[in-house]
């Protein structure tokens, strides 16, 4: 074929191939240039889940008779004329290529009149043929219709979903929008039957309510946080608490200067945020809203302007991180033992963590012997790992008599413990600080100001040496051990040249390793920590390499040593069911007051439940 210019028609197609993927693209799309036209209230209609009608009506600033057909026509738009203006860019649409692509895919008609006239007209494209203006009675605002959408694109057609899944996408869509843009009024329809209606405001907070559902209140904490020094960044919305992660990523909305994005470094760091405190397969559900001097980041990277290029990427991404990290550690997020909050909370300890221990743990004492914060003072030393009775939890019964007399007496009201013969002054002491009972194999059970709180003990330890990795981290690089026989790890030919790449990292971890030969690596250093709880090292520095790899170049130092501690802790911490002295449990109880973060396991399980006082009032009908 000899090389020739396409058609107009045939070009638009093309764009309308990045630009309309499925209805809620179109709806987008409709939506956006309302909101551009200045419309205060924006009414979407759709049938057959958008794919037989998308009908958009707002009362905007309408169109002249004569301007609309350039309003179909690609690259013609009146929000951009220079490339001066594209440097800053306050709209919505600036490529004029949405409408051009919409005709070109559909059965189009458009109706506007410009506001303080009293003349109306529409055009009507199909299958690339414009017909009019002509005439016609409208109101002031401009009406859109799509019909039939890709009706000369067989091929995407058929790739729509179901009505059911594609009303469910353009919801999302106007929800999504209508969250940045509060003091509009936004109505949606679906075969007549309206799923959204809401009302304008002037305070943002009611709006994402409004979005997110009133119902979720509770559990929504509200952050705003300013940084003039980052181009007036302003970084503000809504956290919600780790028992409202939901399994899908569409739980994170992000919006940059009114535009819903989706960004992967805002997204990170709304990750990273939740670390911890969220499992890695759950997605945290918040309402991020950030503005931005538009000049401090390019909009026109992406033909649907969903991704950005921000100047000063790795200071928004630590802005946002700590905005959010601020809000969640004000809060106090050990969950509620209500049924609806149980819901998803694994009750079994057994089950869900074998998979997420390395090997070679099972021989690692755990104990005051280890030394660090996790020592034990020497008072207790006659109550010491193994030598007590406390050690061994085989039935459902409670091992700490002491302990439990504590828990009796002070759920009382009686501070002072009498038993009839035992304890030393000091353990009753700390049983009086720390009231608790060790069941099932592996749960404690101890109380606070609010109420009951039943602790997974493997859960916490894998938090407390997280953040015993992370203190060590801030004074310094890890203390490493010199391997006496190097571990040779058989890796890909990438692994071993990224190796270089990650040295600043593993020196901070107390790691060496060097490549040994193209597909292999030695590694001839450990962490102290990990050396000594008897981790699988090699695994370890396995996994490091593969997550290297998979991210490219990890963001940041900093995010990426999180990550790895993580990892390290999993390998570190205590296994299910390994037996604790009665010390080594104060210790860990002791933990959950000191340990940032200690109501979560790393890896975001929750590590306690509370039972409010009130809700054990209420079963028990006292209230
Ligand atoms: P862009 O939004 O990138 O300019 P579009 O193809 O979406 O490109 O729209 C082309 C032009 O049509 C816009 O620049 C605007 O002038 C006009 N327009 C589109 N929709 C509306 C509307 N609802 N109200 C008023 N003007 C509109
Ligand atoms: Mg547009």
């Not at 439990?404 to 000091?426: F, H, K, Q, R």
């Not at 894998?462 to 890890?478: D, K």
């Not at 399980?605 to 509370?610: D, F, G, K, N, Q």
């Amino acid at each position: 074929m000899p090389i020739r210019v396409l058609p107009t028609e045939l070009v638009n197609q093309i764009a309308a191939g990045e630009v309309v993927e499925r209805p809620a693209s179109v709806v987008k799309e409709l939506v956006e240039n309302s909101i551009d036209a200045g419309a205060r209230r924006i009414l979407v209609e759709i049938e057959g889940g958008g794919a037989d009608l998308v009908r958009v009506t707002d009362d905007g600033s309408g169109i002249p008779a004569a301007e609309l057909p350039l309003a179909v026509a690609p690259h013609a738009t009146s929000k951009v004329a220079t490339s001066e203006d594209l440097s800053a860019i306050h709209t919505f649409g600036f490529r004029g290529e949405a409408l051009a692509s919409i005709a070109s895919v559909s059965r189009f008609r458009m109706v506007s009149c410009p506001r303080g006239s009293d003349a109306g007209a529409e055009i009507e494209v199909e299958a690339g043929a414009l017909k009019g203006p002509r005439p016609a009675p409208a109101r002031p605002g401009t009406v859109i219709e799509v019909r039939t959408l890709f009706c000369n694109v067989p091929a995407r057609r058929k790739f729509l979903k179901s009505d059911a899944a594609e009303t469910a996408r353009v919801t999302e869509s106007v929800e999504s929008i209508a969250l940045a843009h509060p003091h509009v009024s936004f109505e949606l329809r679906s075969n007549g039957r309206k799923l959204l209606d809401l009302a304008p405001t002037d305070e943002p907070a009611k709006r994402t309510l409004d979005v997110l559902g009133k119902e979720l209140e509770p559990e929504l904490l509200e952050f705003e946080e300013r940084y003039p020094e980052l181009g007036g960044l302003v970084v503000r919305g809504f956290a919600g608490r780790p028992a409202i992660a939901r399994p899908t990523a569409r739980a994170i909305r992000i919006h940059l200067n009114g535009r819903p994005i989706a960004d992967r470094t805002v997204l990170h760091a709304v990750r990273e945020a939740y670390r911890g405190l969220v499992d890695p397969a759950r997605t945290p559900t918040v309402a991020l809203i950030l503005e931005l001097d538009p000049h401090e980041v390019d909009v026109n990277v992406h033909p649907q302007k969903s991704e950005v290029r921000f100047r000063a990427q790795s200071a928004i991404h630590s802005a946002v991180r700590k905005s959010i990290e601020r809000v969640l550690r004000a809060a106090n997020l050990v969950p509620h033992f209500t049924p609806d909050a149980f819901r998803g909370v694994p009750t079994d300890s057994a089950a869900p963590r074998a998979p997420l221990f390395g090997s070679g743990m099972a021989s690692a004492g755990f104990g005051p012997a280890q030394g660090s914060s996790w020592s034990g003072s020497s008072s207790h030393g006659s109550s010491s790992h193994g030598s007590s009775s406390h050690g061994s939890t085989r039935a459902g019964l409670p091992h700490d008599f002491s302990a439990l007399a504590a828990l009796a007496s002070s759920a009382i009201g009686a501070p002072s413990v009498e038993p009839s013969g035992g304890p030393s002054v000091e353990d009753q002491a700390l049983c009086a600080e720390f009231p608790y009972i060790q069941l099932l194999n592996g749960f404690l059970v101890t109380e606070d100001a609010d109420g009951i709180v039943i602790v997974d003990q493997h859960a916490l330890h894998e938090r407390a040496m997280f953040a015993l990795f992370m203190e060590r981290l801030e004074r310094g690089n890890l203390e490493s051990q010199r391997l006496l026989v190097p571990i040779i790890l058989e890796r890909s030919a990438r692994e071993v040249e990224i190796l270089a790449d990650i040295e600043p990292l593993l020196a901070r971890l107390g790691i060496a390793a060097r490549p040994f030969g193209p597909r292999s690596i030695a590694v001839e250093s450990v962490p102290t920590l990990l050396h000594s709880r008897n981790a699988d090292a090699g695994a370890f520095v396995g996994d490091l390499l593969e997550r290297a790899v998979e991210h490219g170049s990890l963001l940041s130092l900093e995010s990426a040593l999180h990550e790895i501690v993580d990892m390290m802790s999993c390998k570190a911490a205590v296994k299910a069911g390994d037996a604790l002295s009665a010390a080594e449990i104060r210790d860990l109880l002791r933990m959950r007051e000191t340990v940032e973060r200690s109501t979560s396991c790393p890896h975001g399980r929750p590590t306690s439940i509370r039972i409010a006082r009130s809700e054990l009032e209420r079963r028990f009908g006292r209230s």
